[in-house]
């Protein structure tokens, strides 16, 4: 069974930063694309960014320059680092692993980021 654990959530002032992480543990295949969502109140779930297996990685333009998603040294592990926060960061954000060939797709339970202004 595939399981996300994502934590470093929390509550930061507008120009601060903070960092996300998310291990996900089970059988998925090496070739995956991990990704972090969010979702804030009355809004769809949007996607922030992703990266690839092979370190590609691409972004939402509301956040380019801001924040940086990377890949741990752990398997099936990775960060969002967040920089220069804005109140319109506040938000659940979710890490999403999807497995390339199979299509299946995975999720974490959310963590909350509140920027306050």
């Known amino acids: 069974q595939v399981q996300l654990v994502e934590s470093g959530g929390g509550l930061v002032q507008a120009g601060g930063s903070l960092r996300l992480s998310c291990a996900a543990s089970?059988?998925?295949?090496?070739?995956?694309?991990m990704g972090w969502y969010r979702q804030a109140p009355g809004k769809q779930r949007e996607l922030v960014a992703v990266i690839t297996s092979g370190g590609s990685t691409n972004y939402v333009d509301s956040v380019k320059g801001r924040f940086t998603i990377s890949r741990g040294n752990a398997k099936n592990t990775v960060y969002l680092q967040m920089n220069s926060l804005k109140p319109e960061d506040t938000a659940v954000y979710y890490c999403?692993?999807?497995?390339?060939?199979?299509?299946?797709?995975?999720w974490g339970q959310g963590t909350q980021v509140t920027v306050s202004s």
């Open positions: 089970g059988s998925i295949f090496s070739n995956n694309v």
């Open positions: 999403n692993v999807k497995e390339v060939l199979s299509s299946r797709n995975y």
